[in-house]
């Protein structure tokens, strides 16, 4: 569909992009970590448009979504009640080839957005140079049931929540004599013209993307807390911290605390650079969009000195977002310390697994941030410890808590499982903990998987099984017979299916947002499906739609890096620089329909209170 003469990797190696022969825009905001977002995006909008780049973007990310794109067929037509996510892709992809555009960032956020709407926080086109910067809006939106009526909010906490962004970013307030001291705890009327809660929608509907399901992304459009680098973090949410500099600043109408009568207030966003410090635009280019040699691309394994560790052999499955993709030196922001629970947690708690007994002395607690541990052996000691404990301490009931859990490694989500479940295989990947699951068996696919054959490159599917639980031989072709699925009128290639993959407890319960991705997502689908575990979904719109407790269930995700690292140790040509999901896993409820398309709803669903909107203690003790 689209092609060029030399099939080439990434941005930087294609062309040396030059400044406009006017002031560098660049030069203006350089050595500020806070300003206008205008201002910023005059810098990123510097770089004019260039076709090689272009069709070296778009030939590629055909190509990845046509040899790996687990879901593609999907998008056709999505099944209910995720019609909302259905998109032309490839006639998106032919739009965007077609349009005519200035500057390489009209092109790459084009190309964002449209990717975003997938709703698949797995697949996405990530343009690093363009998300360097986010959007802060001192006013974090939240719906809390009030006098028993559900109402929209700026977030009560504001004024103990702006002190940790920084003395920066109120600085920069002020310079704009704006005082967002006010707005804490307002109500909401309207949104940039439109009813509060109908302008969540609309955010959710074209932009917050990640999750299939709607009611998923309403609650990502609020502020939530969660575990992030080990500490409690509060996440601004889609309308208040979106990634890039799109906005200026947000008309809302609302009655402030101690009034009856509703103003409009003009509210100004602030863009948040949190990248590598630049002195002008060809150097921001050199630190930000040029290919880096140890980061960018994959590398062929045949010529490594360091074998892969077992960790780096996991499958993956995390939804990405700005603080841990591009802009990796953006600092997650402390939830205010009021609301870190008091309660004395156990001894082995830390990093992304934090212990509680609640004031009953009968219900333990178990919060998990992520799978996604720096230490893999540490996860798991840290789950025996804390459980262990429980039990000493005799603990009858437990709640475990995956509010904004954006999934981690596959493996450790199937032992948390194991362990919780009282398997008698606990050491055992393939117990049905895990899924049954396939990938996309395009050419491409085969011939990689052919060729790592050949060459001794085996090592990737040694924690698989085949359906009797028999484990994989390492010079097995898992790719063959390839089997024929029907999606929406079309038949897909995939592989055979294959399994991915000691305390016996009834009384425990899931709680959270729905913000719980990949990993998280299978794991509280083991949960449901084979434990009957009760999930526990807060917040949401009101009127009690159904929600959703989980999402975007991938198995298995290849960011650009990996994805050419198996492309090149295979000895094939190199591909593009793209996110994708390429492997998924099927319900034992269901095993006709993957994980992420069949519809969960949540046993129960309660609305946010201001006494548990940001308090994770006040929120268990009321489960």
């Known amino acids: 569909m689209f092609s060029i003469p030399n099939f080439v990797v990434l941005l930087g190696l294609l062309v040396a992009l030059g400044t406009a022969q006017t002031a560098d825009p660049c030069v203006a905001v350089a050595g500020k970590k806070y300003m206008a977002p205008s201002a910023f995006r005059a810098c990123l909008k510097s770089f004019p448009f260039d076709e090689k780049i272009r069709q070296n973007v778009l030939t590629n990310v055909v190509k990845i979504l046509e040899g790996f794109y687990t879901f593609l067929e999907y998008y056709d037509d999505s099944p209910p009640p995720f019609e909302e996510s259905t998109v032309d892709i490839f006639g998106e992809l032919k739009r965007i080839n077609e349009t005519t555009y200035t500057t390489d960032y009209d092109f790459s956020w084009d190309l964002y957005k449209t990717t975003n709407k997938l709703n698949d926080g797995h697949t996405k086109w990530y343009p690093d140079c363009y998300l360097t910067a986010e959007s802060v809006l001192p006013a974090p939106v939240i719906s809390l049931l009030s006098n028993g009526t559900e109402s929209l909010f700026i977030a009560p906490d504001l004024n103990d929540l702006v002190p940790q962004i920084g003395t920066e970013f109120i600085s920069y307030l002020s310079s704009l004599n704006f005082d967002y001291t006010r707005l804490a705890g307002a109500r909401i009327i309207s949104i940039e013209g439109l009813p509060a809660y109908d302008y969540v929608d609309k955010i ?28 409690y973090s509060q996440r601004l949410g889609d309308l208040a911290g979106p990634p890039g500099v799109e906005r200026d600043s947000l ?112 219900t333990g607690v178990i919060f998990i941030g992520g799978f996604d541990s720096i230490d893999f052996a540490n996860f798991q000691f840290q789950v025996e410890r804390v459980i262990n404990d429980f039990v000493q301490a005799n603990v009858t009931h437990l709640i475990i808590d995956l509010t904004d859990n954006p999934g981690g490694a596959v493996c450790l989500g199937q032992f948390m499982y194991k362990w919780l479940m009282g398997s008698n295989h606990v050491g055992n990947p393939y117990d049905p903990g895990g899924f049954e699951s396939t990938m996309r068996a395009s050419p491409i696919a085969q011939k990689i998987v052919d060729s790592d054959i050949a060459l001794g490159l085996t090592s990737t599917w040694i924690f698989w099984a085949f359906l009797n639980n028999t484990r994989m031989n390492k010079t097995v072709d898992y790719m063959e ?78 960011d650009w890096y990996y994805l050419s690292t198996e492309i090149k ?23 006709s329909k993957p994980i992420a398309y069949l519809s969960d709803i949540s046993t129960y669903r309660f609305p946010y209170t201001i006494d548990t909107y940001m308090n994770p203690q006040n929120l268990w003790i009321y489960v």
């Not at 074209?206 to 080990?230: A, K, M, Q």
């Not at 560790?309 to 499955?317: A, D, F, K």
């Not at 299978?522 to 929600?547: C, D």
């Not at 000895?571 to 409820?589: G, I």
Request: net charge negative; proline share 7%; with cysteine.
């Open 569 to 591: 140790s295979a000895d094939l040509e190199n591909a593009s620089d793209f996110r994708v999901n390429w492997r998924n896993a099927y319900s034992w409820k269901d095993k």
């Open 204 to 231: 959710a509907r074209e932009e917050s993307g990640n999750f299939l399901d709607h009611g998923i992304r309403v609650n990502s459009v609020y502020t939530s807390y969660r575990i992030v680098h080990g500490d």
């Open 251 to 362: 008309k809302m109408t609302v009655v402030l605390e101690g009034s009856d009568q509703p103003e409009e207030i003009d509210i100004p966003y602030a863009g948040h650079y949190a990248a590598a410090p630049f002195t002008n635009s060809t150097d921001y280019w050199s630190k930000n969009c040029a290919v880096k040699q140890y980061s960018t691309n994959g590398y062929d394994v045949k010529g490594s000195v360091t074998p892969l560790t077992v960790e780096e052999r996991q499958p993956m499955g995390k939804i990405l977002e700005l603080h841990d993709s591009a802009a990796t030196y953006i600092n997650p922001l402390l939830l205010p310390r009021k609301f870190v629970p008091t309660l004395d947690y156990d001894i082995w708690s830390g990093d992304q697994v934090y212990g509680y007994i609640l004031p009953s002395n009968s």
């Open 481 to 558: 017979p390839v089997q024929y699925e029907e999606v929406n009128g079309k038949q897909v290639p995939v592989t055979p299916r294959f399994y991915v993959g000691p305390l016996h407890r009834t009384n425990i319960v899931i709680v959270g947002n729905g913000w719980c991705g990949s990993t998280c997502a299978m794991f509280a689908t083991a949960m449901a499906e084979n434990a009957g575990t009760p999930i526990v979904t807060f917040g949401g719109k009101p009127g009690g739609a159904p929600m959703e407790y989980k999402g975007c269930a991938g198995n298995q995700v290849l």
